[in-house]
């Protein structure tokens, strides 16, 4: 089992910047992935990062891309992202997710471990 917490979501005005983190506990081994997915009101949830953690490869969104930076410190088992130039259309409830050996880090339903959510509203 591995437990996943999220902080650091907000308000701010587009154009702004937040940063997002998740601690990650519990049986971690060396093939883990951690991803970022979120879900706005009304739409279905979609991909935003990932990282492969025996690689260091890190997968963004097209959408997120240049925009949203990740970074992880494996001695703490902590993910963040970082999303500068922010737009109203990045409004949504963001999730921590994590998993070992997934093939397809863009598939939220690989995807067996999860955290509550966190909100980030952009406004215009």
């Known amino acids: 089992q591995v437990q996943l917490v999220e902080s650091g979501g907000g308000m701010v005005q587009a154009g702004g910047s937040l940063r997002l983190s998740c601690a990650a506990s519990g049986r971690i081994y060396r093939n883990i992935v951690m991803g970022w997915f979120r879900q706005a009101p009304g739409k279905e949830r979609e991909f935003v990062a990932a990282?492969?953690?025996?690689?260091?490869?890190?997968y963004y969104a097209d959408s997120v891309k240049g925009r949203f930076t990740f970074s992880r410190d494996n001695f703490k088992n902590t993910m963040d992202l970082q999303m500068n130039s922010l737009k109203p259309e990045d409004t949504a409830t963001y999730y921590c997710?994590?998993?070992?050996?997934?093939?397809?880090?863009?598939?939220?339903?690989?995807?067996?471990?999860w955290g509550q959510g966190t909100p980030v509203t952009v406004s215009s």
């Open positions: 997710a994590a998993g070992h050996g997934i093939p397809s880090v863009a598939i939220g339903a690989q995807y067996p471990y």
């Open positions: 990282i492969r953690r025996s690689e260091g490869s890190i």
